[in-house]
Structure formats: C-alpha cells, structure tokens
C-alpha cells in the first residue's frame, strides 16, 4: 500500500476527516472527531511506512503473534492500538480488513445522534 492509496482509502470511508493535531508530520483520519488511524508522513517518505489503527484487544493479542508487522500502538495505548508496518508481508486485503475495523470500532463507540448523522452523509 502506497500513501496515495492508504489517504484515499480512509477518506473514502463514509464521515472521515483528515487532520493534523499533533503536528506537521502525523496525519490523523477521524470519523465523528475520533481517530481510527494515524500516521507519520516522513516515515512514508523514507520507505518505513506503519500506520496505528484501533482493534479489539483480543483480536490485537492474536494479530501481534501471528504477524511479525504488527505491534502494540506506538506512543498509543498498548490494549487498544496496533502499529502496523506496511513494508512488510502483510497482503493489502489485510491492510484494508485492519483500516476497516479500526473505522468500525471508533463508529461504534460514537453517540447514535452522531451515527445518524453519518449514515445520512452523501459519500
């Protein structure tokens, strides 16, 4: 996954945003003002491109001992963030499967009022 398909790929999700809270560096997608997914754009650039994603803390256990790309959050919390290393093994169909319940989860945990107003987003 290259970060022109990675940027469309989470925008193309219904209500995300893009923003960058921390800094100039650290592009952050968000659905209803929450993050799913963040990453460093010079780690992009010098071909070491990961991306945090959220996951269900029982799934990001299994995930991390199946898949040597996948670690706990860095600089997020451990139990519900994984940092997955995209220049690694890890097919592309798996990279979206992540970036999808990354996105589900954060969804989830929103007010309905909030979903609502999602659902009735023109994509």
């Not at 560096?25 to 071909?47: C, I, P, R, Y």
Request: proline share 3%; charged share 30%.
């Amino acid at each position: 996954m290259n970060l022109e398909m990675y940027y469309e790929y989470c925008l193309s999700k219904k209500g995300v945003t893009e923003h960058f809270p921390f800094d100039e560096d650290t592009l952050v997608f968000k659905v209803g003002g929450k993050m799913f997914a963040l990453s460093s754009l010079s780690q992009w650039e010098k071909n070491e491109a990961s991306v945090n994603l959220k996951c269900d803390p029982d799934r990001a256990q299994e995930l991390r001992a199946e898949y040597e790309e996948i670690k706990p959050g860095f600089h997020m919390s451990k139990v519900h963030w994984n940092t997955i290393a995209l220049n690694g093994n890890l097919p592309l169909k798996m990279i979206k499967e992540l970036i999808d319940h990354s996105y589900e989860l954060v969804f989830k945990s929103l007010t309905k009022k909030i979903q609502n107003e999602i659902i009735e987003l023109e994509n």
